[in-house]
């Protein structure tokens, strides 16, 4: 994937009006309720936000959304927070929503093996899990449906749908086939270069965690180093709870909570319109659509996956509890609670 230096793409936080401030002094919090509409200096002064301007990152094209999400590896260098993008997990977005919250500037973010963040001095380490089923789904669509620079990769390379070398079969095949006959060796990245043209869709997360750099080639993932790694971030998301996510990192990385964040008022919490950058990449089916034996394919190819986003969901209602007593707001609803179970348990 491409590696690019940031090129001060700006964002913009119009929309947020209101914020909770919370100023912790000993063991005593205090809450304070602000309003903040129009008032841009107060709101920089408090929350040392940078003055983002217009142009949204939305309305950016796809050149300038690369410059944006990765930071180039050869510029691997101190920054406040470490940002690991895992491909097919909300890694753009989360840069965005992410950079509204602190900075872009404080955030250094690559496709790359977390123990890059070992290699720079970073205070805090941010990770972002999806339900593996869902992850593999979209990481075969990514293949189909390339960006627009991945595609021009593609195309030099004669591989791209509707070129000799496109030879990705249809999804069930797909996973089938790595089951059934996989190379002992993991495939890190260069992908284009390998089977299918497509990614290697064994724990693919559980790879990123462990790998030692982007050209290696292991033969086992171990669970232990991702659960390890699961322990020691600052804090982690889910995917399945992007906007609940995002009210933690505010929390854990600048002690405050957005009024976004209150799941019990509806229209408080609407007024948050999550990025959801999908590289004008999009498709209809779904992980559940598939039959039992290719779920069965699935499961055999994410089994360490599975083990890190279980302990990952517990891990991460063990602090949006601790969240909710502490500020007695509620932020993961019961229902949204009920659905990540649920949706955990295959
Ligand atoms: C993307 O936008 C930038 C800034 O407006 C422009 O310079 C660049 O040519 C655009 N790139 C593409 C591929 O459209
Ligand atoms: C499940 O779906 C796959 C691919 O769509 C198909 O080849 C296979 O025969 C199906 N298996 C069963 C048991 O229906
Ligand atoms: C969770 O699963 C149960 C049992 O299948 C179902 O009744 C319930 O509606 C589901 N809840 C949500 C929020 O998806």
Request: charged letters at 20%; hydrophobic letters at 35%.
């Amino acid at each position: 994937m491409c590696l690019a230096e940031p090129r001060g793409l700006k964002l913009d936080t119009s929309r947020s009006k209101c914020y909770f401030h919370v100023c912790c002094m000993g063991h005593i919090f205090i809450l304070f309720v602000v309003s903040l509409a129009n008032a841009a200096a107060d709101r920089y002064s408090l929350l040392q936000l940078p003055s983002f301007k217009r142009p949204g990152v939305a309305d950016a094209n796809a050149s300038q959304w690369a410059s944006w999400c990765w930071d180039g590896l050869e510029r691997l260098h101190d920054r406040e927070i470490f940002l690991i993008h895992i491909p097919k997990v909300a890694g753009c977005s989360i840069v965005g929503d992410l950079s509204k919250l602190v900075g872009r500037d404080k955030i250094w973010t690559g496709q790359v093996c977390w123990d890059r963040s070992t290699q720079a001095k970073f205070e805090k380490t941010v990770l972002m899990l999806r339900r593996p089923n869902d992850h593999l789904l979209s990481i075969y669509h990514q293949c189909l449906q390339p960006g627009p620079l991945e595609l021009h990769h593609r195309q030099k390379l004669g591989v791209a749908q509707g070129q000799p070398g496109f030879t990705l079969p249809d999804f069930a095949t797909w996973v089938k086939s790595w089951k059934q006959d996989a190379p002992k060796q993991f495939y890190t990245q260069a992908y284009l270069q390998e089977r299918y043209h497509c990614s290697d869709p064994r724990n693919p997360t559980s790879r990123q965690l462990t790998c030692a750099d982007e050209t290696d080639h292991p033969v086992n993932i171990h669970v232990q180093k991702p659960m390890e790694i699961l322990h020691s971030a600052s804090v982690i998301g889910l995917v399945e709870a992007y906007h609940e996510s995002i009210c933690l990192f505010a929390w854990k990385l600048r002690n405050f909570l957005p009024s976004h964040c209150n799941c019990e008022d509806v229209a408080a919490w609407e007024a948050f319109v999550p990025l959801h950058i999908t590289h004008k990449h999009t498709y209809s089916d779904t992980v559940d659509d598939y039959n039992a034996s290719v779920q069965k394919d699935i499961e055999g190819l994410t089994h360490v996956d599975r083990k890190v986003y279980q302990a990952g969901l517990a891990r991460f209602f063990q602090e949006m509890d601790e969240l909710e007593k502490t500020l007695r707001v509620k932020v993961l609803c019961d229902q949204q609670r009920q659905k990540l179970l649920n949706t955990s348990q295959y």
